[in-house]
């Protein structure tokens, strides 16, 4: 259907993806490791993830393999389910112990 | 198929050379709005960070990687639902003035330090590969939603239901936990 529009296009080397992807993956965990702020530490798990969907669109589409695109189809669906249970369980916190603070939650008392 | 064809003509106006310098421009905003995300104190910038993010791992999908429905799905997804359901949640419950957010001192540099290794120990495991001339994509066609369509009804149909009964009880979940003790 395309004809003679174009054929292939030429793009970023793959280790440029992979770099960039493995930047942002380190930036979740240091975000894990450092903050205390429960909802920060959320955003941190959801840089991880998106790293995640980076590195497997780009090997999907490097090899030329249209299934990591649909794993990256099902995290972002699993993500969407992970963000509505996280948050209702740190409204919850808050309500009990008026802080978000992670470091409160180290004693298991009901 | 229009915004394929958009993409293309516009793929071929754009030379190559711009489109790797245009990856480093977006990789740098992606970078430095990431590290805004983890090191800033004010949380409601921290998501509007992330925002930023999402925003510019979406052009690099769709002009980079020539994958249109991921793209749009992470656009929909991330910057819409899930931003605003953080959005709403730190809006409503008013914890604007958290106090320090940040862990001590020790804890801050053992921290940095641990991921810094990380870092390098992936970079280095990197190296090994070798993947440094730049991409030829081929088959034009395979982030669009028609192929993808026939791949995710064909072979991963029982995933996709799983998916759904998880969404059900995720959903049902939510609400439960976030309801009001009545007792």
């Not at chain 2, 026939?150 to 009964?165: A, G, N, T, Y």
Request: proline share 1%; net charge positive; glycine share 4%.
């Amino acid at each position: 259907m395309q004809g003679d529009i174009v054929q292939t296009v030429q793009s970023v080397p793959l280790n440029q993806l992979i770099l960039l992807s493995l930047c942002i993956f380190a930036i979740g965990v240091l975000g894990v490791l450092v903050r205390r702020n429960a909802i920060i530490v959320f955003m941190s798990v959801e840089l991880m993830l998106n790293a995640v969907n980076l590195l497997l669109t780009s090997f999907s589409v490097s090899f030329g393999d249209s299934a990591g695109q649909i794993f990256v189809f099902f995290i972002m669906a699993v993500a969407a389910a992970e963000v509505a249970i996280g948050l209702a369980i740190i409204v919850m916190i808050y309500r009990n112990t008026n802080s978000i603070d992670i470091d409160i939650l180290n004693k298991l008392k009901g | 198929m229009n915004l394929n064809l958009l993409c293309l003509h516009a793929k071929r106006i754009i030379s190559a050379l711009m489109i790797q310098y245009l990856f480093y421009f977006l990789a740098f905003v992606a970078i430095f709005s990431a590290l805004k995300v983890v090191l800033t104190k004010n949380h409601i910038y921290s998501i509007l960070f992330l925002i930023l993010t999402f925003f510019t791992l979406t052009a690099i999908y769709i002009l980079m990687l020539n994958a249109q429905f991921i793209g749009i799905v992470n656009i929909i997804v991330y910057a819409g639902a899930i931003m605003v359901l953080f959005l709403y949640t730190v809006m409503f419950s008013n914890w604007n003035r958290s106090t320090d957010t940040l862990k001590s001192k020790y804890m801050l540099w053992s921290g940095m330090i641990a991921a810094g290794i990380l870092l390098v120990t992936l970079v280095a495991a990197l190296r090994v590969m070798e993947f440094s001339r730049p991409m030829i994509i081929t088959q034009l066609d395979l982030g669009m939603v028609k192929n993808l369509g026939k791949v995710l009804f064909r072979d991963f149909m029982l995933p996709f239901e799983v998916i759904s009964i998880l969404f059900l009880s995720a959903m049902v979940g939510a609400v439960l936990i976030a309801k009001k003790d009545t007792n």
